[in-house]
């Protein structure tokens, strides 16, 4: 069954720092790009960041760039997003997905999103 899972998600006071996880089952993340995706309430969601197969190429929303940091472990085939200096504006339910990468080479911003996880909440506040 093919499945992704997020966990580490909780409550920080503004400038904590959270790591968030995306574990997969069923099939081999390795051969996957990956995304972050966050919805705030009455907002929509936005992909923050995303991570290409090998070669890891990676991309991030200004708003996070240089706070967060997505990377891979495949021999766990887990995923994760490094949450750094955290602020009210960051509370959201964060989704992980598996994103459509044949080759490793077109932008991850770019690629269709395949598989999702149920999300986990990050409340963040000041």
């Known amino acids: 069954q093919i499945q992704l899972v997020e966990s580490g998600g909780g409550s920080v006071q503004s400038g904590g720092s959270l790591r968030l996880s995306c574990a997969a089952s069923g099939f081999s993340l390795e051969r996957y790009g990956i995304g972050w995706f966050r919805q705030a309430p009455g907002k929509e969601r936005e992909q923050i960041s995303c991570?290409?197969?090998?070669?890891?190429?990676?991309y991030y929303v200004d708003s996070v760039k240089g706070r967060f940091t997505i990377s891979r472990d495949n021999a766990k085939n887990t995923a994760f997003l490094q949450m750094n200096n955290l602020e009210p504006e960051d509370t959201a339910v964060y989704s992980c997905a598996a994103l459509g990468d044949l080759y490793g080479t077109k932008p991850c911003q770019t690629l269709p999103t395949l598989y999702w996880g149920q999300g986990t909440q990050v409340a963040v506040s000041s």
């Open positions: 991570i290409n197969r090998s070669p890891d190429s990676t």
